[in-house]
């Protein structure tokens, strides 16, 4: 089924864009700002970024410099492992806020269930926040559908999204199995493998056939198992390759030779990530 499309065309799942920038190592202030920029004024309405990624205040200068209104941008940001305890979290999303120049995110993660993470108090600053009207969603990322569960028995919101590595070399088929029977969004970071799509046979032939690039194979068949992208890209090439992406739909035979790749490639797996992994 194709995505909603808002009154500026913009593809939506549940009220956040299908397709979003992502920011993880745009470490280059300038360099940040000014993609995010780009990214606003050719489209984009979703904008994802991360205490750890060090890159809030840039983030936020692009989001100020770009002739969008505030109102219309999917701002996402995540609360690092070490800042988990109700303390933390608030402080930390008080500072994040700044750094943005926002009052408010759309959706604020967990960024890890690891480190200082503790379900019943790091959640219960989640609500506090939510209450307060700092954040208007709640999320999860690097989650397993038992962490997942465990959440929200002390949340006192949706957990809205979960937001994971997810690509067609990683397809996650039990986590979009768990999503989609539990009215969960799924957000896939790293979508194109870290690059490693460009070197996969199936996929540079499905982007040959329908005249795409790769990227924009492994964004569209994402797109029609109903997952939400946010695919980092710095240059205004990228950005608009990954865009344009929104323009490409996926036959069935497509989207069958995609699901019979067998190679396997998790690209994210830091030490402290779930033992279930």
């Not at 904008?47 to 002739?67: H, M, S």
Request: negative net charge.
């Amino acid at each position: 089924m194709p995505p909603r499309l808002d009154a500026e065309g913009v593809p939506r799942s549940s009220g956040m864009p299908i397709l979003g920038l992502g920011t993880w190592e745009n470490d280059d202030a300038d360099q940040c700002a000014e993609s995010v920029r780009t990214a606003l004024e050719m489209g984009y309405r979703h904008i994802d970024t991360a205490q750890a990624y060090r890159n809030e205040q840039a983030v936020g200068r692009g989001l100020a410099e770009a002739d969008v209104d505030r109102e219309d941008v999917f701002l996402a940001t995540k609360v690092w492992i070490s800042e988990l305890s109700h303390d933390d979290v608030i402080e930390t999303t008080e500072n994040s806020l700044e750094r943005l120049g926002v009052d408010h995110v759309d959706l604020l993660y967990i960024h890890w269930p690891s480190g200082e993470y503790d379900p019943e108090g790091t959640i219960s600053a989640f609500n506090q926040l939510f209450d307060e009207g700092k954040i208007e969603r709640f999320g999860v990322s690097n989650f397993e559908p038992e962490h997942v569960e465990e959440a929200r028995e002390h949340a006192e919101m949706p957990v809205f999204a979960n937001q994971v590595e997810l690509h067609p070399l990683l397809p996650q088929d039990e986590l979009r199995e768990f999503a989609a029977g539990t009215d969960l969004e799924l957000v896939a970071y790293s979508p194109l493998a870290r690059g490693q799509v460009f070197e996969n046979d199936t996929i540079t032939d499905i982007a040959e056939a329908h005249d795409a690039s790769p990227a924009q194979v492994s964004l569209a068949w994402l797109r029609e198992k109903g997952v939400t992208t946010i695919p980092k890209a710095t240059s205004e090439a990228h950005i608009r390759d990954n865009w344009e992406s929104i323009g490409l739909e996926l036959d069935a035979e497509a989207v069958d030779r995609i699901d019979a790749i067998r190679e396997r490639d998790r690209r994210v797996h830091p030490d402290f990530a779930p033992d279930t992994w």
